[in-house]
């Protein structure tokens, strides 16, 4: 899907990270979703741990837009401000509105091959997606990684869930 930022650069600001001496290692927090990096593993493990999981076992690919939109979203650095708007209009549509991954490949192709789309979708370090205020979510990638591959899809529909409401109560759901 056209739609989404490149998932070989998904996280690539994280590769730099010093890990340093284990000894020495303090614990770490993702600096965009706050979640903490157990163990040296970043929120971009865990997201490629879930695509490993959605091509190794059947159906799994169900919940795929959810994924990358939810990694996403709670790494709203990832996006241009316009990208990170449309993200949520898009989340919006898949909870609130029964829109299909069908419906939006249809509609995007045809918005992106008019030229209408005139925003990049991918942030740049000048101009990235940010929310204010900041945003303590309940639920990130390791959450899901945690409840493990037998609960995967309904995981990431629960991380879903809890993404949009949260939000939602943050107050920075734009619509
Ligand atoms: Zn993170």
């Known amino acids: 899907m056209h739609f989404f ?4 650069n998904v996280g690539k600001g994280y590769e730099t990270r010093e890990r340093g001496d284990p000894l020495m290692e303090t614990i770490q927090h993702c600096p965009e979703c706050g979640a903490t990096w157990d163990e040296g593993q970043t929120c971009q493990d865990h997201f490629h741990q879930m695509l490993f999981w959605e091509n190794e076992y059947s159906g799994y690919g169900e919940v795929h837009h959810l994924t990358v939109l939810c990694y996403q979203l709670q790494h709203p650095g990832l996006y241009s ?6 993200a949520m209009h898009l989340l919006d549509d898949f909870l609130e509105h029964g829109v299909t991954t069908e419906d939006v490949r249809t509609h995007l192709r045809s918005a992106l091959d008019s030229g209408q789309r005139t925003w990049k979708v991918k942030g740049t370090p000048a101009s990235h997606g940010a929310y204010n205020p900041p945003i303590q979510w309940t639920m990130t990638a390791a959450n899901v990684i945690a409840t493990g591959a037998d609960n995967y899809c309904d995981s990431v529909r629960t991380w879903a869930r809890s993404t949009y ?3 939602k109560a943050s107050g920075n759901l734009s619509l």
């Open 81 to 86: 401000p316009e990208g990170l708007r449309a």
């Open 5 to 8: 930022v490149d998932l070989q």
């Open 165 to 167: 409401e949260t939000l």
